[in-house]
C-alpha cells in the first residue's frame, strides 16, 4: 500500500472528510495518474496561493466566456471580480485545511511519514 493511501485511511479513521483527503488540485492528480499527498498535510499557505493562482485564471476566463463575447466588458472590472474570488476562495480553502488539520491534531508530512515507517 502506498504512502498516500495509507495516509487516506487514516485520515479517514480520524473524521476526515472525502473531499479534505484529495490531492490538491485534484484533476491535476487524476489526469496524470499521480499520487499526492492529501491537501490536509499540504502547507495552508501553499493551498492559498495555488487557489488564488488558479481560481483568478479559471473564473477570469469563465466570466470572459460568458459575458465578454456577447458584450463590452471592461478589463478592469474583470480582473479585478476573478482576483476577489481567486484570493477568496483561496483564503477559504486554506482557513479550512489549517483549522481541521489543528482539530484532527495533525503533524507535517514528514513527521506522518516518520512515524509510520515511511521513506519519501
Do not use: C
Request: glycine fraction near 10%.
Amino acid at each position: 500500500m502506498k504512502t498516500e493511501e495509507k495516509a487516506r485511511e487514516y485520515l479517514l479513521s480520524l473524521g476526515a472528510s472525502k473531499s479534505e483527503i484529495k490531492p490538491y488540485p485534484v484533476l491535476f492528480y487524476k489526469l496524470t495518474g499521480l499520487f499526492g499527498k492529501p491537501r490536509l498535510f499540504e502547507s495552508p499557505i501553499k493551498l492559498f496561493i495555488l487557489q488564488t493562482i488558479l481560481g483568478t485564471i479559471f473564473w477570469g476566463g469563465g466570466m470572459w466566456l460568458v459575458t465578454g463575447l456577447y458584450q463590452v466588458v471592461d478589463i478592469r472590472t474583470l480582473f479585478i471580480a476573478s482576483l476577489f474570488f481567486g484570493l477568496s476562495t483561496g483564503l477559504i480553502l486554506g482557513i479550512q485545511v489549517k483549522l481541521k488539520a489543528k482539530k484532527l491534531n495533525l503533524p507535517d508530512w514528514k513527521k506522518w511519514q516518520a512515524d509510520n515507517n515511511h521513506r519519501n
